[in-house]
């Protein structure tokens, strides 16, 4: 099983940033895609932002392509998610979770990913 761990969530002024964690043990992880998935209070969780595992491609959720970026260090088994120029409309608890399809095109859907974190909030003020 995959245990993956969210960290750097926090609270943060609109415009500013922060870098949020994924770290993932337990698997042949070199298998797995990772996203990035957020959920609002009242609303479906969304996709972020996905990375392939082995081949480096990157998707983005139109409303976050310019201001995040997604990241990876295999060495360490972590992925990352930088945001910048954050609003409050960000403000969502925060997920990270992996698939077996390293297909970009099937990462943007929840259904695809196997195994999720735990979550971590992040709330933007105005």
């Known amino acids: 099983q995959v245990q993956l761990v969210e960290s750097g969530g926090g609270l943060v002024q609109a415009g500013g940033s922060l870098r949020l964690s994924c770290d993932a043990s337990?698997?042949?992880?070199?298998?797995?895609?990772m996203g990035w998935f957020r959920q609002a209070p009242g609303k479906e969780r969304e996709f972020v932002a996905a990375i392939t595992w082995s081949a480096g491609s990157s998707v983005y959720a139109n409303s976050v392509k310019v201001r995040f970026t997604i990241s990876r260090d295999n060495a360490n088994n972590t992925v990352y998610l930088q945001m910048n120029s954050l609003k409050p409309e960000d403000t969502a608890v925060y997920y990270c979770?992996?698939?077996?399809?390293?297909?970009?095109?099937?990462?943007?859907?929840?259904?695809?990913?196997?195994?999720w974190g735990q979550g971590t909030q992040v709330t933007v003020s105005s």
């Open positions: 337990g698997g042949t992880l070199s298998s797995y895609s």
């Open positions: 979770a992996a698939s077996s399809s390293r297909r970009p095109g099937t990462l943007y859907y929840s259904m695809r990913y196997d195994y």
